[in-house]
Each structure stands twice: as structure tokens, then as C-alpha cells.
């Protein structure tokens, strides 16, 4: 949307806000200042923002989401910090707060930066003149900060692809999937505080909608057989936005602080999931390439990221852009015996990054459906088998055990279960 | 006799006509008191809000919000 002028941003509808709840209020209620028709005298300690104190001046009435949203990642950001402290040392953290704070910082949300105005961020502004809404405006609110991802995606803003499928046909918008508790939060105090966005439960779950979807849950194989081990999105979202090497610095002219990202591009590419748990099980998962680079901070200090290595940059991702039918769900062979293009496989990762990302890189692209088919069942007597390590006796024949065929050389123990099931 | 009973009957009338009601009041009175009423309310009202009085008057606002200096984004690329 075009940006706002300064009066406009300022502009209250009285008609409309009087008639609401916090049009209740007097405007010094809420924002101090003095009672006064000149401007400077008017906005003597006034208070732009009065949602950044919440328990001070949401909390009366509100008092359910401002006991939750400091410990909200909107609010705490903590999905950067878990990341910065993973890959950096504790000597490093002052000099990363500095930085944080000159160019991460402006992304934390207030109460009224998602229900009253723009985000600070994007410029500011009422939306409806000082109506408080209770679903944010989505493009105003959700994809002004979201946008370059999920918005672009969402919104089929990415020329070649469709928009979301829940966008496209259902004019869905972002609360309808994400509700308020995911938003504001659901811990009381910081012990229990969100990590990362995709810590603890899967939320939301396409299953929630979709039921039938689950393992069990319908006739269609490909859900049947790949239900539990691919996340939904490795099927059913499209090409997505994928980032290099972001670094950040203080301009030495305006002394403002910037970013420059090396490159922007499209990409499709399945890999393996670097953390599989309890909530999200899945051995494959779309993965994205983050812009972050072991120099993205060096404005700031040398190595600054020492643990490099420890986090991939292509990281689990769950693009905004689902749609029934992809080019990967249209055949078994799309993935089965295929060229692996679809596959984040070694040679797509810069040599400098192989060694971070090995964790998600796939090693070998599936087999094609026939030799899957035709792999002889594991005897029900392997179940008891206290080693897994198939190949100890397979690549010898020992204990008379048959010899895996030649072709086989690059599979490895993880690999076996996947074509030669255990027998009933 | 009858001039002292006269006399009495006369001290007698005044006295009950000091103690007589006013004449009730007329419809036209009883319609007379609202503005009374309205006025004492009207009293007791805050005086103009002069923060809605600016930040409802667009003319206002556009000679009186300062200007916003966009500093010229240095960043480049994708944020």
C-alpha cells in the first residue's frame, strides 16, 4: 500500500471510534499530554505508544493476553537469540546485543502495532482512525512485516506461482490458521517461553482442518504411505524465496543502520529434517535458505560466529503457498528414482556450508516405486535383533545372511527399513 | 357585639389568606424549568477536548503535521 502521509496517519474518525470501547476513554486516558490547542503544549509528555507499558494500559481489560505476551516470540524475538547463542560463544554476546538492537530490535510488536496502527516498522499510521481491530489487517499489519517470504508466497506475489491455495480460493487471512494464542502466546513466565516458532506443538496443523489427511485417514496412498514422514508442505507447497548472506553495518554517512543481502532467488527443495520430535516426526521437509553467512555480523567483531556449524542455512520451512497439486505430488516418480532436483543434495550446498548442513542434506534420492516393491520383506525375527546396524552383516554374508547387491553400496543402515519392511 | 365579631371575622380572613398557597403554577411556568435543568448540565460537562478537536480536523492536521524526513534506505536487497 501506498505510504501514508503524516496528517493521515494521525487522522481519528470520531463517528466510528466513539462508538467503541476504547473510544470510552479520553485521549489523555491513554496517551498523557496536556489539554491545550497548541501542538508542542498539547504532546508535553505524551505517549505515542501506550500498548508498549500493556500492563499498564491493556491489562484492566486484557488481562489473559498481557499475562502471556512478553513471553510471546512476537514480543521476545527469541527465534534470533536461540539461533545467535546456538552459533556464536558467550564472549560474543555484548557485541551481538549491540547489534541486535541497532537492526534486529525494530521487529518487536506491540499490542496497538498489530491492533490499532502499522507497525513502526513499515512507517506507522492508524488504520481505521484509531479503531481498534481485533483481526489485524493483513496486509497492513501481518504481510507489511511478513512480506518478503511469506507474504510474496501467500499472496502469489512471486511471478510464476499462484498464491495459497486457503488465499486464492477461500480469501482465507492469516488469523484464520493462526489464532490469538498463538500469537500472543501461551506461557505465564519466561521457563516456559517459546524458543523458536517451531518449538513445542505443531500450530497450527493442517490436520485440524483437514482430517482425513492423517495417516488412516483416507484412500489416498501417497497420504497412507508418506503421512508420517513428510511434512504436509513437501507435497502440496510450490517454489518459495530462499536468501544469501545478509550482513549489517552503521552507515558512515547517515550513521543509520543497514543490511545488504547478497542474493534473492526461487527455489523447490526437499531435505531432511534436522530435528525431528515428537510434534513434528517428519523425515523430509521443504528446506530455505536463511541469509545468514559466518561474516554477517562482522561490522561488529571479528568471528563473531564462531559455531558456525552448529545450525544449517537451510533450515525446516513451511512455505505460505499450498496448493492440492504440485509438480512433485503429480507422480511417485517425481521423487522415486529421479535426478534428485527436487532433493537438497550436496552439489546444490556451497562448499563452505556442507559442513553446517549435513544434518539436512539428502544423501540418496528414494528408489524408484518398482525396486521398493520388489525389496524382500525384513524376517519378523529382525525385530528382536538388538543391533540396527543391517549392514554389519548384509555387505559379508556372515551368519548366512544374503548379500546386498552392488547398487546398494551407498546405502546405509538408516536407509534399509525404508524398502524392506519387517514382515508381519 | 356585632362590630367585635365583625372585627374578628376580619382578622380571622386575613390571617387564613397569609396562610393560603401561592397561585399553583401555570403549564407555561412547569415548561419554563427544563432550560433551568439543561443549563445546570450543561455546566457540569468537560470542556472541549482539544485533542479530539486537532486530530479530527484534516485541514489542521495537514498544516500542522510535520513533515516526515525519509532518510534514503541504504540497505539493499531482500530484508
Not at chain 1, 489485524?136 to 504481510?143: A, E, G, I, L, N
Not at chain 1, 513445542?200 to 503421512?227: F, I, L, R, W, Y
Not at chain 1, 550513521?255 to 513434528?280: H, K
Request: net charge negative; aromatic share 6%; with cysteine.
Amino acid at each position: 500500500m501506498a505510504p501514508l502521509e503524516p496528517w493521515e496517519k494521525v487522522l481519528v474518525e470520531l463517528d466510528a471510534f466513539s462508538q467503541t470501547a476504547h473510544g470510552k476513554q479520553t485521549c489523555v486516558d491513554c496517551h498523557g499530554g496536556v489539554q491545550s490547542p497548541d501542538k508542542e503544549t498539547a504532546h508535553e509528555g505524551l505517549i505515542a505508544s501506550p500498548s508498549a507499558q500493556p500492563e499498564m494500559y491493556c491489562g484492566d481489560c486484557h488481562e489473559e493476553q498481557v499475562k502471556t505476551y512478553p513471553f510471546a516470540l512476537h514480543s521476545t524475538q527469541a527465534g534470533y537469540w536461540t539461533a545467535l547463542n546456538t552459533r556464536s560463544a558467550p564472549e560474543n554476546h555484548p557485541a551481538l546485543e549491540e547489534m541486535f538492537g541497532n537492526h534486529c530490535a525494530t521487529c518487536h510488536t506491540t499490542c496497538g502495532e498489530c491492533h490499532v496502527s502499522q507497525p513502526k516498522q513499515v512507517g506507522g499510521g492508524l488504520f481505521t482512525g484509531h479503531v481498534f481491530e481485533k483481526t489485524p489487517p493483513m496486509t497492513r499489519s501481518c504481510t507489511a512485516c511478513h512480506g518478503s517470504r511469506v507474504g510474496n508466497e501467500f499472496l502469489g506475489k512471486n511471478e510464476g506461482f499462484p498464491g495459497d491455495v486457503h488465499f486464492r480460493e477461500a480469501r482465507m487471512n492469516c488469523v484464520k490458521c493462526h489464532e490469538g494464542a498463538d500469537l500472543h502466546g501461551a506461557a505465564i513466565e519466561a521457563a516456559d517461553a517459546e524458543t523458536h516458532r517451531y518449538a513445542g506443538e505443531e500450530e497450527p496443523k493442517c490436520v485440524t482442518c483437514h482430517p482425513t489427511t492423517a495417516p488412516g485417514g483416507d484412500e489416498n496412498p501417497m497420504h497412507q504411505s508418506h503421512g508420517d514422514t513428510l511434512s504436509c508442505q513437501v507435497c502440496h507447497s510450490i517454489t518459495y524465496t530462499s536468501c544469501d548472506g545478509c550482513h549489517v553495518a552503521i552507515s558512515t554517512k547517515s550513521g543509520n543502520p543497514f543490511f545488504e543481502t547478497q542474493a534473492t532467488y526461487l527455489t523447490f527443495l526437499i531435505g531432511r529434517n534436522p530435528n525431528p520430535t515428537e510434534e513434528r516426526p517428519y523425515k523430509y521437509v521443504p528446506v530455505r535458505h536463511v541469509p545468514v553467512a559466518p561474516t554477517s555480523y562482522q561490522f561488529y567483531g571479528a568471528n563473531l560466529l564462531p559455531n558456525f556449524n552448529a545450525l544449517p542455512t537451510w533450515v525446516y520451512a513451511t512455505p505460505h503457498n499450498i496448493q492440492k497439486n504440485t509438480p512433485q505430488n503429480a507422480s511417485c516418480q517425481s521423487c522415486h528414482g529421479s535426478d534428485g532436483s527436487l532433493f537438497l543434495t550436496a552439489d546444490k550446498v556451497k562448499a563452505e556450508e556442507l559442513e553446517a548442513n549435513r544434518a539436512v542434506i539428502v544423501g540418496l534420492i528414494p528408489p524408484p516405486v518398482e525396486l521398493f516393491f520388489r525389496a524382500p520383506k525384513m524376517p519378523a525375527s529382525h525385530r528382536t535383533l538388538a543391533s540396527n546396524a543391517c549392514t554389519a552383516c548384509h555387505t559379508t554374508g556372515i551368519r548366512n545372511a544374503p548379500v546386498s547387491p552392488e547398487d546398494h553400496a551407498a546405502y546405509k543402515d538408516e536407509n534399509c527399513s525404508g524398502c524392506h519392511k519387517l514382515q508381519e | 357585639m356585632k362590630s367585635k365579631a365583625l372585627k374578628i371575622l376580619i382578622v380571622a380572613f386575613l390571617l387564613l389568606s397569609a396562610c393560603g398557597k401561592a397561585n399553583p403554577p401555570s403549564p407555561t411556568a412547569t415548561a419554563e424549568e427544563k432550560p433551568v435543568g439543561t443549563e445546570s448540565v450543561a455546566e457540569v460537562q468537560p470542556e472541549a477536548d482539544e485533542c479530539v478537536a486537532c486530530h479530527t480536523d484534516k485541514e489542521r492536521l495537514i498544516e500542522t503535521a510535520a513533515p516526515e524526513m525519509e532518510a534514503e534506505s541504504e540497505s539493499k536487497g531482500v530484508g
